[in-house]
């Protein structure tokens, strides 16, 4: 057992560190200042292009991405970047081509895509010239039981109609989405988890219509494409979009969820220490009845929590990574269940504390921190509401024990 | 004692109950759609000053005023009426008159005004015709400590000239706004409580300059003139328009705030209550996993929970307005810092369990779940953060502890 | 609506009060002396039958019984009176005895028994002479379900026999105690809540087997006879010993958890209060790092928390008296489940923060903090543990939203 | 970074577990029975000695101990070993020559001790013939902070005479116990960390009162030899005992708190680990209305988020343990405070859903958990109560904070 980073990964924390805080955090203010200049809220500001050459340039470019299409990093190498790029979430990872949905659309067509499939859609994006949309959630069933998805894709001859309603297809607003993976129901009859299909869909194809955008807690999320509201109403697209055959569906939307959940992880932990940074320096500048806030000690016990939260929840993420590398991402799968909830709910802890310590700044347009508190509460049901992952969690508790040779012997004497 | 309410009491909290029922909650949606069909987001939707009249028509006026001005109700009389209004936060309250800022204002101008600042500004506001703001929080200075606060309010001649810059000034940014009531200091040497006075301020002074809008957690809450930035550079005012006289800032403040915190604390309870029902409406009819969510057990916890914790604090607002009638602001003020801290951490907590409960649209446009989320976040921090009012708690708590008649000798034998 | 309370009340609760400063508190050193002194951990201290004969004399006796037999105050009467007397709950309620089991056993007598069964059972206990015990929880079934209850009690001619393994059958260890009001089925075949029936069992009588005592984390509760384990093996008692009839068991239950849990509910106040201020007391007294712990915004936080928790929960458990008194204890059920909830987490809340301002003290027998620490810790689980009692509150809350006039609309649009 | 352990450690894992759940599993209840039945609750109970002789020859002896006088583990090696030990804390660590106070002193007499001092004091403790205690903790003053002890230690002539009274001398009890370590003020005069020393007192010293036991929540603590309150009346002792030098107390007693909170956090994940796994496996045998407990989603709840925080807690530990093995005591110590007080709430926290779980069972003497209560409450103060170190992380916090490269310029715009 060894805490320390390997030599390589070190060096690339180093150059993303230095990145971040020469180039994107100076940023920040004017991609703001961008987006309230322009006129149309889904434009992507002019100064993200410009980062994004500069990241590629310095060779920091799908650092997400394992295989030879990307940086060829494991998990574990990755995490450490990915925190970093989660302090400045609405930023940070597209500089890097690194950003939701892209990197698991990246993902999924790099595994499963034919070769026609990555020539037309994978090396766009792994260039970021495109973006792309996940479209899956559906307003009109609990879709953390992937079972109740009711969007049909149908086979007719040559092609597949799909007809359905979804929602939170994140990035479909954007004016540069051309592509959308679409989850439906192919076959009712199949098992219950060979009824899905993913099909990709061009975003201008007849039939779909990009509805409304979705806001999160009054934020729309604009320059990342929003959260869109898709209607497919006998939509068509030629047989060979479908993604890696009719009936994966579930097995492809499980293989995406996992890198999903830990990448949002990673960046949940960026975003407690952003909170908790901004926190810390705030007290120190402000006095109320006599003393300087940073001597309060409900404050103190805050700033403590935080810091001790942190830390265990980054080793568990960085545990599951290892993980992920080493037995694979269905041996991680209680872990990554474990990380998804234990981070979204720090961020969220975190930033809701550092909300409080800027008394009514925290939650004005002057500071990053109110976005960071819709972004924060969204991660607590984005990817499955907690509450499912920790039955998940449990569940595989209680099999352990059937199965444990140690037991206690708990019946009464 | 005794826990039913007396039969005025229980006569008007039904009216109310049926106009909310009838009118207010089916017209919700109308509100919406009228300022998202609108192109001045301060303006206010034609569908509010229709629900007024019937309001006003329906005897249902001013029902805060205990005064002849007003419907004379004591606080505790008062309260489950302003608890009904807080279930449509963003709505009701004004539709009977009973909106802040206006109802400190109109409070402070029936108590402290003069003949001529009542003809002027009371009467408007008692008529619904204008809106007022109340000028006090600054974005430099922890406002909570109201000794902080730095703006300049000289004498000059007849004139008093008005230097300094606030925000969170709400109602400000509305075309019906027509008065500014400012805090400042007069005499930096007084006495720490005798420095502040209060002046009214007509918003078209020159030197005024309502400068932006301050979001809150990415809502702009419009139609209510959201909450201005505003500076004031040498903006003169006759000396008449003084409140109360020079030095009587700080008190008049703490005469404002009493009230005022305890109608934020009825509001909660009632948005609590909504955010309650309207998860247990929604739970019964989702499903997940082969069960519908009302049968998960967490959820259920949430459910009791919320109407455990509500009853409770519902009990102490309500002893609390009883201490107010009875022994007054001053006598009361423990209990009102109480409420304030209660309410403001319930309506958190239930607004996010309702969220989380909702999954995704809870987070949305389509339901009030999200401005609520941003309207119960920003309770923990107006009228003072809830640090500050457990420290008055406290305080209190450790002087009575010397005072005590039993102690329980607690030295170490 | 009226938070003072009646005359009669003010004038007991004063009464008590002094009784409490100037009798019992100075007592209790010598209560715990003469128990240390002694061989028999069940022995009844002579101070205790000292107070007894004081409390009797100044007419404060039998507080607790509603009816001609008792004080013959309401419930919200009662309410203040039991709360002081929580503020030393190990000697205290025996002094007016007050003291569980023996109130809820009377109550049985007084409202269901023979003119016999009282004669035998009930005039001793109301004089304080016996002492009596419950005999309901088993070892072997989760018993907050009553319906697992498994000890049978046969009709054989003019006897029932009975058979089966109870514990925490509290005060069965003590000399004093005389009967057993044993559950039990006498018809398994009848309806679910038809099965049970109660039955008064002599201790001495043969086939009674009290076999050891059940501590209560470390502590036996010695001198109110601790908590039994006790066998029953063919126990055979007259057939006129039943109470009330066969089949009424669960109903007599019923009848006789509403008191008993109001009663925990109120001493639990009593619990918190005692612990809120010797914690006040203490942190006075003592320095850390250069300031004394009083001063310490943490434990300002616990001192702030647990006077507003303390406040909302007794309001509740008042207005639960007063429903009780108005519409009975089946009207009052939801609340019941509610006060016993909240006030037993709040005991033990408070407790542990003063255990915690302590430090290595509050764990020690120099001070009451580390027994009421496992008195508040089973007060969570005693008359059902706290899930199955919000699980009541949500049921009501569930049929709540089903028939309510108001409905928020949840469906997605 | 790699999260397997090396050979050596999964070995000695591997075997201990098997020790654990062959030998010292089964022994508890005899252990028990043994105590139950001997009539000196001071004395070591037989079983203790075979398992020590066993666990002796199977080469598991003095595994804590980094030199050459133990097993010369790493702290990192070691961990997973004490954790195995802290699932069963009242046997488990004496059975391995492991558990404090003695493990401390053994480190401080190896590291600090003159060779006369360790052949006296050193050897038999490494042989598990003796027993020893320390001396630090005072009643009369809050001695988390290390600066108000108050016992003198005045040379006089070739003698120290010690004067002061103490309590929570672990280990004093009993009537193996042969060593007192005390710390005292040498000189008052001197800079604040250089007044205090250490001295190594016989138990048997004249002027040495071993008073009483001291109780922890009604527990004793007996076969380890409680928790005693010692006074020292002109105790002398020869002025060779002195360990260390004059002046070194402070700087020695650090030295021996890292090892001591280190060892303390290891045990109390294996007491969450136990706690766990008892509620896992009683929740699966017992039903309450129609379902078993294990179905109950808010136990589910229990057990997820259990599973989740110890996972996490492990993870800081084996961390910090790293950190001591590569950057020392010194360079850790943030961590180690982070980790003392996270296992501590964490133990208090799992226990006490495992004893909702169980219902009365849970906090009787039948099962394990009713004294895992107390254990895992005293944790949270002895080694200086969590609020300490909680300021401990805060002040490092905000230190980083000044020095940080990059900031966030938190003042408004």
Not at 108 to 117: M, W, Y
Not at 331 to 342: D, F, H, L, Q, Y
Not at 366 to 381: C, K, M, V, Y
């Amino acid at each position: 057992m060894d805490f320390a980073p390997d030599v390589q990964t070190a060096g690339l924390r180093e150059e993303v560190e230095r990145f971040f805080a020469e180039r994107i955090l100076p940023a920040e203010h004017i991609f703001e200042e961008q987006i309230a200049a322009g006129d149309d809220p889904w434009a992507t500001p002019p100064i993200m292009e410009e980062l994004k050459a500069q990241a590629r340039e310095a060779g920091l470019w799908n650092l997400f991405l394992p295989d030879e299409n990307g940086a060829g990093l494991t998990n574990l190498q990755y995490a450490p970047l990915c925190e970093i790029m989660g302090r400045s979430p609405f930023l940070a990872p597209e500089v890097f081509n690194c950003s939701a949905p892209d990197t698991g659309n990246m993902e999924l067509l790099s595994q499963f895509g034919t070769a026609e499939q990555k020539e037309r859609w994978l090396a766009p994006l792994l260039d970021g010239r495109t973006r792309s949309a996940f479209s899956m959630t559906e307003p009109h069933v609990a879709s953390s039981d992937a079972t109740n998805i009711a969007t049909r894709i149908r086979r007719d001859g040559d092609e597949y109609a799909i007809d359905g309603i979804k929602w939170f297809t994140s990035g479909a607003m954007s004016p540069r989405c051309e592509l959308l993976i679409v989850m439906g129901v192919t076959d009712p009859e199949a098992d219950r988890h060979r009824q899905q299909s993913m099909i990709l869909v061009p975003v201008d194809t007849p039939g779909v219509d990009v509805r409304r955008s979705m806001h999160v807690l009054g934020y729309l999320d604009g320059p990342h494409g929003g959260h869109a509201e898709v209607v497919y109403e006998d939509a068509r697209v030629p047989a060979s979009y479908i993604l890696g055959g009719e009936g994966e569906g579930f097995a492809i939307a499980q293989a995406r969820l996992g890198p999903g959940r830990i990448h949002h992880a990673m960046r949940a932990i960026g975003v407690a220490e952003r909170a908790l940074a901004m926190m810390v320096e705030r007290v120190q500048g402000r006095s109320t009845f006599g003393s300087p806030l940073v001597d309060k000690g409900v404050i103190r016990q805050w700033i403590a929590d935080a810091r001790m939260e942190i830390e265990q929840a980054r080793l568990l993420v960085l545990k599951t990574a290892w993980l992920m590398d080493t037995v694979g991402k269905k041996g991680a799968r209680i872990e990554i269940s474990a990380i998804k909830v234990v981070t979204a709910e720090l961020a969220s802890r975190v930033v809701d504390h550092a909300v409080q310590a800027f008394g009514a700044a925290g939650v004005t347009q002057d500071f990053i921190l109110a976005e960071l508190t819709a972004h924060a509460r969204i991660l607590r049901i984005v990817d499955g509401p907690d509450e499912v992952h920790r039955e998940t969690v449990a569940r595989r508790e209680v099999a352990a024990s059937r199965d444990a040779a140690t037991t206690y012997a708990v019946a009464p004497r």
